[in-house]
């Protein structure tokens, strides 16, 4: 079990090029931000959880169902810079709240996320040379290995990755593409993360990277700075939400 708990921060922004007003899709008589929220409170490991948007309709709607929200700047360019924004307004708040030394960046758009998931990101602190963790989950078909949008990962043998990418490493030189599974194994990234305050600040302070700008994924962002960003392996991965046709086959999923 965790040494110290932590609190969970959900971004969650109305505008999304690829599908505007996703917080508030209904699943099943519930929005996504609803269903997210509810999952991720069940996690033992946090101390409290709070949604951090930039929209008075997100904003109400979380106050309506008995959520914890605050209100951020529209003017983030990632989850990761609300939930700087959102810890230092829970320090500077005065009540007690975001006093923990660890913030979870929960996806918003994971609508069955499983809480245990949370429980295992937040028990990689108990090392303490760990100040940035997060997930991966095993690569069992093709068809994802050979996928853009699904962003492969390298780590050592103490889980330290190595590099996130696009592209598929490492690359087999005497092996065909499509046995690539059946000779090495293979890991995607669950954008699932963790941080030390003190060290979130830090890097929600740095420009962009050139590895960043290539493969746009901010975490190569981080490596490139030298941080390290430790993994745990889990077995299962939620379902993003990414446009109305994935909420649509998630919803033919669940009847």
């Known amino acids: 079990m965790p040494v110290q708990k932590a609190i969970g921060i959900i971004p969650a922004r109305y505008a999304s090029a690829r599908f505007p007003g996703k917080p508030l899709a209904m699943i099943s008589g519930k929005t996504m931000i609803q269903r997210v929220y509810e999952q991720a409170i069940k996690a033992s490991s946090l101390e409290d959880v709070v949604v951090a948007t930039d929209d008075q309709r ?30 230092k307004i829970l320090r500077e708040s005065g009540d007690g709240h975001g006093q923990s030394g660890i913030v979870i960046n929960i996806q918003g758009d994971e609508p069955f996320l499983d809480p245990g998931q949370i429980d295992r990101v937040t028990a990689l ?35 330290k990755v190595l590099i996130f990418s696009r592209s598929v490493i490492p690359f087999q030189r005497q092996v065909p593409l499509g046995s690539w599974l059946d000779h090495h194994p293979y890991y995607k990234h669950i954008g699932l993360y963790g941080f030390r305050m003190a060290v979130l600040q830090q890097i929600t302070a740095l420009e962009p990277s050139p590895l960043e700008v290539a493969e746009s994924l901010e975490q190569l962002r981080w490596l490139q700075n030298g941080w390290d960003i430790y993994l745990d392996i889990t077995g299962t991965e939620s379902v993003a939400v990414d446009t109305p046709e994935d909420l649509l086959k998630l919803a033919n999923n669940t009847r």
């Open 125 to 159: 602190f108990t090392r303490p040379e760990v100040n940035i963790a997060t997930l991966a989950c095993r690569i069992l078909h093709n068809e994802e290995l050979e996928n853009p949008n699904v962003v492969k990962v390298v780590f050592t043998t103490d889980r």
């Open 58 to 87: 997100i904003y109400d709607h979380v106050t309506g169902f008995g959520g914890k929200v605050l209100m951020t700047s529209p003017l983030h360019p990632s989850g990761t810079d609300r939930c700087q924004e959102a810890v």
